[in-house]
C-alpha cells in the first residue's frame, strides 16, 4: 500500500532519473490486461470501506505502479481480449482453455464476506477497471473476435517504432516467443524481466526454440495437450534444444525422428512423433504468435488507435475511483499518478 511520502518520493525519484537523462529512451509498456486483472483478482482479498471487493482493480493498478517505478515506461497500452477472442483457436482445438472458463470459485470469498457473487463481483471490477482506464492518457485496446494475446504480437512486431523498448507485462509464457533485442516479458507474478539475455539462464531455451518445445509437451494452462511420452528431457537428449542458438523448427524435429524411426523402431519418442505430427502443428497454430493469424480490418483497427490521440486526463473523476478502491486515501497519494500520467506520450 502506497503512502503519502512514498508516493511523493517515489515520483520525486522518477522525476530525477528521468531528468538526469539528455534523452529519454522510448519505453513502451504493453499489459496483457485479463491476465494482469484475473491475478490480482483471484489472489487479492481486500474489501473497500462499503465492503465490495475490490482487489481485482486494486491489485491491477498496484501491478501498473510497480512497474512504472521500475522501469519508467513513457507510454502505456493496456491490451484485453475481445468478446468471442478464443473462438479461432477453439475451432482448432475445443478444449482451449476450457479449464481457464470453467475455474472454480475463489474460497476466501465464499462465505461471510458479504460481497456480490464472484461471478458479478468480477464483471463489476473490470467495467470499473475500463472505465478508469478510458479516462487516462493510456491506450485501452479490445477487438471482439481477437485475443490479447495476437493483439499484443501484432503490435510489438509489427506497429510499435521497431526502435523504442518494449516491456510485455504478463505471466503468459507464450510471450516468451516475442523477446527479442527490444522485446522483454515482465512476469508479473514471478516478479522478473525476461530478456534476450536471461531467457537461457531462466527458461533454458532461446526464444523460438522454447515455442518449438511447447509445441510437443503442450500447454496445461491452456489445456493443450502434447504428444504422449515426449517430454523436456527426451527432446534435450535427441535434439539438442537447450544446447543451441540455431532455429530448430517442429519441422526439423519430425524429419529427424522419421530417420531415427525408421532405424531404431523401437523408439517411443520417435514413433510418438511421427504417428502424432498433427497435434505438434495444432499446437503451432494455437501458440505461434510471430505472424498473428487477424484480418486486415483487424490490423487496421490496431494501428488506428496507436495513431490516435491520447484520450483526455480526467483527473477529478480519477481520483474519485482511486479513493473508491482505496488505492489512494488523499490528494496526497494520488499526487504521484497526477504527475506521471501527465507525462505520458502518444
Known amino acids: 500500500m502506497m503512502t503519502n511520502i512514498d508516493s511523493f518520493e517515489e515520483f520525486q525519484k522518477f522525476k530525477e532519473i528521468q531528468n538526469s537523462e539528455s534523452v529519454v529512451e522510448e519505453k513502451i509498456l504493453v499489459v496483457d490486461g485479463l491476465n494482469v486483472f484475473i491475478r490480482n483478482f483471484q489472489a487479492v482479498p481486500t474489501l473497500n470501506y462499503e465492503g465490495d471487493h475490490v482487489g481485482g482493480i486494486l491489485g491491477f493498478f498496484r501491478t501498473i505502479y510497480k512497474a512504472i517505478i521500475d522501469y519508467s515506461p513513457t507510454s502505456i497500452y493496456i491490451v484485453f481480449d475481445g468478446k468471442g477472442g478464443s473462438v479461432r483457436r ?34 463489476m471490477q473490470l467495467n470499473l477497471l475500463v472505465n478508469s482506464l478510458s479516462i487516462m492518457p493510456i491506450k485501452t485496446i479490445i477487438i471482439d473476435s481477437v485475443e490479447a494475446d495476437d493483439v499484443i504480437a501484432f503490435l510489438c512486431k509489427h506497429v510499435l517504432n521497431k526502435e523504442s523498448s518494449k516491456i510485455i507485462m504478463s505471466s ?35 526464444p523460438l526454440n522454447y515455442l518449438t518445445y511447447r509445441c510437443f509437451v503442450g500447454d496445461r494452462t491452456d489445456n493443450i495437450s502434447g504428444v504422449k511420452q515426449v517430454g523436456e528431457v527426451g527432446l534435450n537428449k535427441h535434439f539438442n534444444l537447450n544446447t543451441t542458438d540455431k532455429y530448430i523448427t517442429i519441422d526439423d524435429i519430425i524429419e529427424q ?18 504417428n502424432q505430427s498433427d497435434i505438434v502443428f495444432r499446437n503451432y497454430e494455437l501458440m505461434q504468435l510471430l505472424e498473428p493469424n487477424m484480418s486486415g480490418s483487424t490490423q487496421a483497427s490496431i494501428m488506428a488507435i496507436t495513431n490516435s490521440d491520447l484520450p483526455d486526463f480526467e483527473v477529478m473523476k480519477l481520483q474519485t475511483i482511486f479513493f473508491h478502491i482505496e488505492l489512494c486515501k488523499n490528494e496526497y497519494d494520488f499526487l504521484f499518478w497526477k504527475n506521471y500520467l501527465k507525462t505520458l506520450k502518444k
Open 90 to 123: 477453439r475451432h482448432l482445438h475445443n478444449d482451449y482453455k476450457q479449464k481457464v472458463l470453467s475455474a472454480g470459485s475463489f474460497n476466501r470469498f465464499s462465505d461471510t464476506r458479504g460481497i456480490l457473487n464472484e461471478t458479478e463481483s468480477k464483471r
Open 172 to 206: 503468459d509464457r507464450d510471450y516468451l516467443q516475442l523477446i527479442d533485442s527490444k522485446i522483454s516479458v515482465y512476469s508479473h507474478e514471478k516478479k522478473v524481466l525476461i530478456s534476450e539475455e536471461s531467457m537461457i539462464p531462466l527458461y533454458g531455451y532461446t
Open 257 to 274: 525422428s522419421k530417420v531415427h524411426y525408421s532405424n531404431k523402431p523401437k523408439a517411443k519418442i520417435f514413433e510418438n512423433i511421427v
